[in-house]
T-cell receptor, first 114, second 112 residues
Framework: EPEVTQTPSHQVTQMGQEVILRCVPISNHLYFYWYRQILGQKVEFLVS????????KSEIFDDQFSVERPDGSNFTLKIRSTKLEDSAMYFC????????????FGPGTRLTVL | GQNIDQPTEMTATEGAIVQINCTYQTSGFNGLFWYQQHAGEAPTFLSY????GLEEKGRFSSFLSRSKGYSYLLLKELQMKDSASYLC?????????????FGKGTKLSVIP
């Protein structure tokens, strides 16, 4: 069964450093998403991406964040200068269609900012 | 703004039936999803409702009333492995996007 994959599973970084979180969505999916979940809190939407551009972003997704689809398979989330409060689990998700279809979540990357 | 409420925790006995409620107040409603999340893992899809009524899928059923802003997830014949958090999520129709807005989740503990 096709699945969304994410690397690395765990990333530890120093405050102020840049990190890139990587995702490989399901191959025939067209819509991609990043969510985050701070420990013990709810899953929060960050950004959605379609046709090589951001379609919507939340208030969390400020200028420190960017997304890219550098090739036909990868989808990345970059945090330019990490802050302590960026520590969270970051989930990538993809869906085949815009609506009438579930979003499949990857296993997540646990980001720890020291 | 968006508001989704569900109980924080529930406990039920193995073999029993449990109902997890979710109420929501959102704009741009475009469907309600239930996801299961085991600790430290990704959410996995359980069910989807966009029209009023009951959707049944094996041991899991989900109900939606759009006029009341209410949904529930029904789990039958509970098994120990059903111990997890259950996330109610509303899909919002934005400008070219259909993001999910999640509730805080209901942590279900299944006891022998």
């Amino acid at each position: 069964e096709p699945e969304v994959t994410q690397t690395p599973s765990h990333q530890v970084t120093q405050m102020g450093q840049e990190v890139i979180l990587r995702c490989v969505p399901i191959s025939n999916h067209l819509y991609f998403y990043w969510y985050r979940q701070i420990l013990g809190q709810k899953v929060e939407f960050l950004v959605s991406f379609y046709n090589n551009e951001i379609s919507e972003k939340s208030e969390i997704f400020d200028d420190q964040f960017s997304v890219e689809r550098p090739d036909g398979s990868n989808f990345t989330l970059k945090i330019r200068s990490t802050k302590l409060e960026d520590s969270a689990m970051y989930f990538c998700a993809s869906s085949e269609f815009e609506e009438g279809n579930e979003q499949f979540f990857g296993p997540g990357t646990r980001l720890t900012v020291l | 703004g968006q508001n989704i409420d569900q109980p924080t925790e529930m406990t039920a006995t193995e073999g029993a039936i449990v109902q997890i409620n979710c109420t929501y107040q959102t704009s741009g409603f475009n469907g309600l999803f239930w996801y299961q999340q085991h600790a430290g893992e990704a959410p996995t899809f359980l069910s989807y409702n966009v029209l009023d009524g009951l959707e049944e899928k094996g041991r899991f059923s989900s109900f939606l009333s759009r006029s009341k802003g209410y949904s529930y997830l029904l789990l039958k014949e509970l098994q120990m492995k059903d111990s997890a958090s259950y996330l109610c999520a509303v899909r919002i129709a934005g400008a070219g996007s259909y993001q999910l807005t999640f509730g805080k989740g209901t942590k279900l503990s299944v006891i022998p």
